[in-house]
DNA sequence: GACATATGCGATAGAAATTGTCGCATAGGG
DNA sequence: CCCTATGCGACAATTTCTATCGCATATGTC
């Protein structure tokens, strides 16, 4: 269906295109392009990429803009969708990414113990956003592997610390409102089901911060117009909407000094450090000499064939923890606060099995 | 210095360029050329670019690859090196990565949290292999908060699981090998200095698997010719080079399936799931209901105030550590055996203290 | 329902960027 | 000291790119 029927005299007044200094200009404003596209749920249209790319200074007409939004796609692989009379781009939100600088494959090796490791830690919704790394580690992984004895599959572990979690549910949607709306400074609007409350209530929240911690992200936040700021588990959220109006922030707030005053979420209470004196038993210990507590950390053989180990560490809760996790295996010598605190655990914990030796 | 002479006449008889279907080729093959470019300490000549983009289809004399190193290199601020009479390319190894699909803010943020969650966890010159894609992250959040309230910086927070231990340093170089050994199946020859033993020793190995545990990274491989596999940690290993020739792999050896039949590194035995059942406080179940030990988790409140958790749950080494590490916020009903096995390691630890009470 | 409007897209020609070619300079290697 | 591989400036022939036009189509408005 040619329909060229040629205006018989054009004006060949071709506006002059731009006489850029450095060139390449093709190239560099396709390659910026190429970076507009969003990923799906956003899309663009082929006129809005026109005018971002006026904006940077890539001054050419729609149609050159849409020819390119095409030819390429088949090329990348991106894809379009037409509503109403537009054509709206987008990158299928599981497609790898693609670097200018390729990946190597040793670093697309670190990528996928990073993705394992990470498993037990962020709540999917979250890792959903690097999925395009991590597809592209595996990609590059794949078309490394052509005659090997056995695949890179076969040949990567990683051992997570402490038992696999069930991990929250985190609503996409809500994820991503929250995100923006603390990038940006604005306000939501939130229905969020308390823990043991079965029924979402409405509020408007100013986002402060974001704390992970062990596979739950929590917001903090203050409510309407409150000036203390709560936490607020991600994945207990229903819907957000983001709205116009900016965030009211509490004067000189800062989520590091809030987190340590409030002493949330057991974070390092930097209560300043401690030096802590240990006798370990000889299985233990060899974990311990592979990857010491601190830089100067000091090791001594006992008699006993345990070891006296000695090192300067933060005071936390999380200090505790990993010296109860370790049972037996390990003897608090001092600070003797610390000693006569963890003894105390120990005693009141086994004391819990004892009235009830009968069930 | 214009030493043009200019021939006087030339044969215009021009090489006809391909007609390849698809058009845009200067741009792709460009891209191309962009994604050749290796990381430092990796560096390609001008020729071998030629001759890889001849590889890749894109046939062109060496003159126009040579124009699009030089005029590209100022764009993209990779750098060069004069050796010999060649020119050698490469980017620097802390630039940031730059996608043709760009990342999003939402992106972004996961992108730093998941650093942040990963210092603990691998070793610096892994984590150093990934630099370009954090350091994309931070520019791409850079660049997001121009006018914000407080920079992104302020507004996150990671909380680590266990105490910051010291990491061990891993030589990049001789990881570089290992990687690379492990992924093409290529013997190497090694110093390992082993536990305890102050000096490196050398030997050939068969790089079989890698294993990353709690931040440190372990080689699983066979010497000379034995066929019993060891593990090796990374940051012993002081010099390694790669060899020729193809490492012998032990018939139908799998990664998995040895690590489970070892027991090595506590790896979550597998060997089975149990029903376990626990009392545990109030404060410390809160966390369980968030984040619960299984998808089916039941909790009961009891008259005590504690809750009656149950799950099934895979009986690992890691499920005892995180138990003892909860201390008195919690009491093992069921399986009796764990039970069992949980106040005794109770009893012991503390009786470790009583025979010493005076010191 | 008719019209105005915005967008998509085929075709085309003129303009501009691209690229093959040549000549020379330069730096190692034998 | 010559030989060879590489880098690079210059240039012109093309090729590729892109502004422009015309028309088709879909949507919103009156």
Redesign the interface.
């Known amino acids: 269906m040619s329909r060229a029927k040629l205006s018989p005299e054009r004006k060949p007044a071709r506006k002059k295109r731009r006489s850029k200094q450095?060139?390449?200009t093709?190239?560099?404003r396709?390659?910026a392009m190429?970076?507009?596209?969003?990923?799906w749920p956003k899309t663009m249209t082929t006129s809005e990429f026109h005018e971002k790319l006026k904006l940077a200074g890539y001054m050419v007409e729609p149609r050159t803009v849409q020819r390119d939004l095409l030819?390429?796609s088949?090329?990348?692989h991106y894809l379009s969708e037409c509503r109403g009379r537009s054509i709206h781009w987008y990158?299928a939100n599981d497609?790898a990414?693609?670097?200018?600088?390729?990946?190597?494959?040793?670093?697309a090796?670190?990528?996928n113990?990073?993705e394992?490791?990470?498993q037990g830690?962020?709540p999917s919704a979250?890792?959903k956003?690097?999925e395009?790394?991590f597809q592209q580690a595996r990609e590059a992984?794949d078309s490394?592997?052509a005659t090997?004895?056995?695949s890179?599959k076969?040949?990567?572990?990683?051992?997570?610390?402490?038992?696999?979690?069930?991990?929250?549910r985190v609503d996409a949607a809500a994820?991503?409102s929250i995100?923006?709306a603390?990038?940006?400074?604005q306000k939501i609007r939130v229905f969020y089901r308390g823990?043991g409350q079965d029924r979402a209530k409405e509020s408007v929240l100013n986002?402060?911060?974001?704390?992970?911690?062990?596979?739950?992200?929590y917001l903090v936040a203050t409510a309407w117009s409150y000036s203390d700021p709560f936490h607020y588990?991600l994945h207990r959220f229903t819907r957000v909407e983001l709205m116009d109006e900016?965030?009211s922030?509490p004067e000189g707030?800062?989520?590091?000094r809030y987190?340590k005053e409030t002493r949330a979420?057991?974070?390092?209470t930097g209560q300043g450090r401690i030096r802590l004196k240990l006798?370990v038993a000889a299985e233990a210990a060899?974990?311990l000499?592979?990857?010491?507590?601190?830089?100067e950390?000091s090791v001594r053989e006992l008699q006993s064939g345990e070891f006296r180990i000695e090192a300067q560490?933060?005071d936390?809760m999380?200090?505790?923890?990993?010296i109860?996790?370790?049972?037996?295996n390990?003897?608090v010598?001092g600070p003797a606060s610390l000693?006569r605190e963890i003894?105390g655990?120990?005693?009141?914990?086994?004391?819990?099995?004892l009235p009830?030796v009968k069930?």
Chains 1, 2 share one sequence.
């Not at 990414?97 to 670093?107: F, H, L």
């Open positions: 450095d060139d390449n093709a190239t560099m396709r390659i190429l970076q507009m596209i969003p990923t030819e390429f088949q090329t990348f990158w497609r990414a693609i670097s200018i600088r390729s990946i190597s494959p040793e670093a090796l670190v990528l113990l990073a394992r490791e990470l830690l962020l979250a890792l956003l690097l395009p790394y992984l490394n592997g090997r004895l056995a890179w076969d040949k990567l572990q990683v051992i997570p610390r402490g038992p696999q979690f069930e991990k929250p994820q991503s995100f923006e603390l990038l940006c400074d823990r986002p402060l911060g974001i704390v992970s911690r062990h596979g739950v992200i588990a900016r965030c922030r707030f800062n989520l590091d987190l979420f057991d974070l390092p006798d060899l974990s000499i592979e990857r010491p507590l601190s830089a950390q560490v933060e936390t999380e200090l505790r923890w990993w109860l996790g370790l049972g037996s390990v003897k010598i000693r003894l655990c120990l005693e009141a914990a086994r004391n819990r099995y009830s069930d």
